[in-house]
């Protein structure tokens, strides 16, 4: 049987969602195949999106912030999907890793910054606002149950963009080449040898052409945003400037996303540090196309 080709796009997650397969089968069942993949990136983006005012993590949310924190404060205890079980797991575990570098409880930031909408009716006047809430620390996730013990509000944003990109990608049958990139969150079943161009300015000749290094690869920049910046210092509530791109190439498009981030607030020592434990390759190009490597 011949190879035949198959590639589609489709607006989820808040961005274009490309799909490219390749395989010797049926130009039927390629077809049948991505639409299967396109379902269930739209069933975590119905779960887990925070524009979504009847996702799971909205509803999350809003019981989180119904909490009254007093001496003897309310505790929230309920059960979640398992889908949100896993992203708030990684979060929590990088979280940690980080010494709270990496926080998915800056909603209230960016809220007050207008990149995200205010469905949730929060009360901000400044950043000081934005730390009455709480963070990382005070929740508790386990066995599909969550525990929240003071107010707060949560934000996977590209976190859940890479977990949806993961989930799909692991419906593919190894005999099918499968290729899905979700607004530079992107994905290769079989990456050996494939190469990415790697963006890091405004200018559409601003990019870099590398090797995959691994089958997930993540890009964080701010220089789509408008002069905004989506990168939040959780001890400080305030956006942080940051020039260029960093790219992470990693085992999962979930953790790629998470360790942009990550890398981005931590010390030199720190992304070496953070590219060890989670067996990831990191690259940091500037404004003016200057490379690091991280590993």
Known sequence: M?????????????????????????????????EELFVEIERIHHLL?????????????????????????KVLSLNVSKDLNAVLSFALQLNKFTHGLYDISIAPSLILDEQLPNHLSLK?????????????????????????????????????????????????????????????????????????????????????????????LATTGNYHRNNKSAIVQPFTGKPVKFSGSMSVFSSQVMMSDALTK????????????IAKYFNAQAIKINRLGFVKLYY
Not at 15 to 22: A, P, Q, S, W
Not at 51 to 67: C, G, I, K, P
Not at 189 to 203: D, F, I, M, R, T
Request: aromatic fraction near 4%; hydrophobic fraction near 35%; charged fraction near 25%.
């Open 262 to 273: 990550a890398m981005i607030l931590s010390s030199r020592s720190q992304k070496r540090k």
């Open 49 to 73: 999106s925070f524009h979504n005012e009847a996702s799971e993590l909205s509803s999350l949310n809003r019981q989180a912030l119904d909490l009254t924190h007093t001496e003897n404060g």
């Open 124 to 216: 901000l006047i400044d950043s000081k606002c934005t730390l009455t809430f709480g963070n990382s620390a005070n929740i508790l996730c386990k066995n599909n149950k969550v525990t929240i013990d003071k107010p707060l509000c949560i934000d996977l944003g590209g976190i859940a963009k890479g977990y949806a990109v993961d989930r799909a990608l692991s419906k593919v049958p190894k005999t099918i080449y499968c290729r899905i990139n979700a607004g530079g969150d992107l994905a290769i079943n079989q990456w050996k040898n494939e190469e990415v161009a790697l963006k890091y300015s405004k200018s559409n000749s601003s990019l870099r052409t590398v090797k995959m290094q691994n089958k997930a």
């Open 2 to 34: 011949k190879l035949n080709h198959l590639e589609r796009c489709k607006t989820l997650l808040g961005t274009f969602v490309e799909i490219e397969l390749k395989g010797e089968v049926e130009n039927d069942e390629l077809i049948s195949l991505s």
